[in-house]
């Protein structure tokens, strides 16, 4: 059978509305042509175009369903991310999340002295290295919506590979977080400034000294929009071989509180202060001076030592108290902190003993960016042009001075010792009592995670001790990282 041709324009027009609903107003118009025209009838007119508004309708009503379908599996799937923070896993309902992140930093030293040519002959004098500083890797996230976990193991540094962060937390209160476990006391603006973030590659020898650093206890942290405030006790750093092997473990508190009287985007005012109580151990020994509880040393801001050049034990001393003050600002691409400690070491045989120290650190971004700071605590920056992205990334100067006095003159005289009481080579009988220190470095942020780092160390040792070990070491300090 023979088809006419206006059996063929209706059977067109009905392949059309069903196969082009989107299109259903230009076929409309397409039906009144040929009505118009008297090819089909004003009846087939009706009836094509009601089907196709009607197809129409049905089409988009599907779309509607389809769409809202999508929106909500969406939702209710686990999201899984990989991004410059590291493997992001989430829950359909948000409240289980982890974070799978690390760091490297790669160290290359040239290092010249003449401390260990003027005060030791028998020890072999510290030149050219390479270790990884830190190599850590670890997972952090919620359960249950607000309670924190956090554990992190640090491969680098020496041959033993140990915890840095193993916490337990909660934050369903209001600015306020509570952690449990191992994780870093409220001391120090230096201190507290990750190791990604810090902008010379070792901290100062008065952070280092009299700052708390890392221990396994409780902390509690509450904020508000300028300020914060932060309480910690702990027993032991959670971490030494043997702990609570014939004597107890070191215990105390801690306080820090900050506030900021300007805080805008380029411009940042930061003042804090510190207090910290150590309680050291009691060995079970006959001997009550038999331990360096009293004992104050440091390198000369380079890793690459074992031994500390500096160091002084005052013997006898049971308990600590540290005093920390802080004052930064942050002004464009320029940056100013500085930080003073002093220590009161309280001794049961002998006199109590005072001893500080202090630095002041600037920075200035070649390249315009400004340094982060957030709840008290400075950040990195980051590029406004990172490299592979149109930009040569962003560049940093460096520099800083820093002074530790362990010598207490009035304490001296009685119950000191300038070495560790070892006899294993000539070098514990000589050390200095006071460090001054030069760090000038420049900083190559690729992105946000890959920097690049140069230090130029200058560290005059000196002693107020009869021993005269005094000297300079010099040090060319490189260094690769990557953090995410």
């Known amino acids: 059978m023979k088809l006419k041709p206006t059996s063929l324009l209706i059977a067109g027009a009905l392949m059309g509305a069903a196969v082009l ?18 090819t089909i009838s004003a009846e087939d007119y009706s009836l094509l ?25 969406e939702k209710k799937s686990s999201l899984v991310t990989l991004d410059s923070k590291g493997l992001n896993f989430q829950s359909a309902d948000k409240s289980f999340t982890a974070n799978i992140g690390g760091r490297i930093h790669a160290d290359y030293g040239f290092i010249s002295d003449d401390y260990f040519d003027r005060n030791v002959a028998n020890v072999n004098e510290v030149g050219n290295a390479s270790k990884f ?11 249950f919506t607000n309670w924190l976990y956090g554990v992190e193991v640090n491969f680098g540094s020496n041959s033993s590979t140990e915890f840095t962060d193993v916490i337990i937390g909660y934050q369903g209160f209001e600015n306020t977080t509570i952690k449990l476990g ?71 508190y801690a306080g820090r509180a900050t506030f900021a009287p300007i805080q805008e985007k380029d411009s940042i005012v930061h ?95 070649l390249t315009g960016e400004t340094r982060g700071y957030r709840d ?25 001075y820093d002074e530790l006095d362990v010598w207490d003159s009035s304490a001296a005289q009685e119950g000191l010792l300038v070495h560790s009481g070892s006899t294993n080579n000539n070098f514990n009988n000589l050390r200095g009592t006071k460090s001054e220190i030069w760090t000038i470095g420049v ?23 009869a021993n005269n070990a005094e000297g300079d070491i010099k040090a060319f300090l490189l260094r690769g990282q990557v953090a995410f």
């Open 21 to 38: 609903p989107v299109q259903a107003d230009p076929m409309v118009d397409l039906l009144k042509v040929l009505r118009d025209k008297g």
């Open 49 to 73: 175009a009601n089907a196709a508004k009607a197809k129409e309708e049905k089409v988009a009503a599907e779309k509607e369903e389809m769409v809202s379908i999508v929106k909500e599996t």
């Open 133 to 143: 500083r830190r190599a850590r890797l670890g997972m952090e996230g919620t359960m």
């Open 182 to 252: 191992r994780h870093k006391m409220p001391s120090g603006l230096e201190e507290l400034t990750s190791s990604n973030r810090i902008s010379t590659m070792e901290r100062s020898n008065p952070t280092n000294t009299f700052a708390l650093g890392r221990y396994n206890g409780l902390t509690v942290a509450t904020k508000g929009s300028n300020w914060t405030a932060t309480g910690g006790t702990w027993l032991g750093d959670g971490v030494s071989a043997g702990e609570n092997s014939d004597k107890d473990s070191d215990y105390g």
């Open 271 to 365: 003042l804090g202060l510190s207090y910290n109580h150590i309680k050291y151990e009691d060995t079970f020994s006959s001997d009550s001076l038999a331990n360096n509880n009293g004992r104050l040393r440091a390198r000369p801001n380079n890793n690459f030592f074992d031994e500390r050049p500096v160091q002084v034990i005052y013997q006898g001393t049971e308990s600590a108290d540290t005093y920390g003050l802080e004052a930064a600002t942050i002004q464009g691409p320029f940056s100013l902190q500085a930080e003073y400690f002093k220590r009161e070491l309280n001794r049961k045989e002998f006199k109590d003993a005072d001893v500080d120290g202090w630095y002041a650190l600037a920075t200035y971004t």
């Open 376 to 400: 008290g605590v400075m950040r990195t920056i980051s590029p406004k042009n990172a490299v592979g992205k149109g930009g040569f990334g962003a560049w940093e100067l460096v520099a800083r």
């Open 443 to 465: 900083n190559w942020y690729v992105n946000d995670n890959i920097r690049f780092m140069a230090n130029y160390v200058d560290a005059d040792i000196k002693s107020d001790a």
